[in-house]
Nanobody, 116 residues
Framework: QVQLVESGGGLVQAGGSLRLSCVAS????????MGWYRRTPGKERELVAE???????TYADSVLGRATISRNSTRNMVSLVLNSLQLADTGIYYC??????????WGQGTQVTVSS
């Protein structure tokens, strides 16, 4: 079993930046993909950004150019910096880890609220 613990988030003004971090512990398999999803009001949970151990990244179109994901695979850590925050970025952000054909693991989520 894998535990994912998120930190960061909170209340941020529009135009500002935030940093989210996540640490994985437990039975973390190598060659995994770590990243962030979010659930915004009225929408299904969606991918924000993810990175595999080789450094290959995927970003949602909505954050492209504003987000930077990074990871420390040795420490099983992943971070997300999101700049130029918009009201539409408000939501619950979930850390995510998947490896091979195993069911993905999720963090409990951290609330991000962008104020005008």
């Amino acid at each position: 079993q894998v535990q994912l613990v998120e930190s960061g988030g909170g209340l941020v003004q529009a135009g500002g930046s935030l940093r989210l971090s996540c640490v994985a512990s437990g039975n973390v398999l190598p060659f995994n993909v770590m990243g962030w999803y979010r659930r915004t009001p009225g929408k299904e949970r969606e991918l924000v950004a993810e990175m595999d151990v080789g450094g290959h990244t995927t970003y949602a179109d909505s954050v492209l150019g504003r987000a930077t994901i990074s990871r420390n695979s040795t420490r099983n850590m992943v971070s997300l910096v999101l700049n130029s925050l918009q009201l539409a970025d408000t939501g619950i952000y979930y850390c995510h880890l998947r490896a091979g054909l195993f069911a993905p693991d999720w963090g409990q989520g951290t609330q991000v609220t962008v104020s005008s």
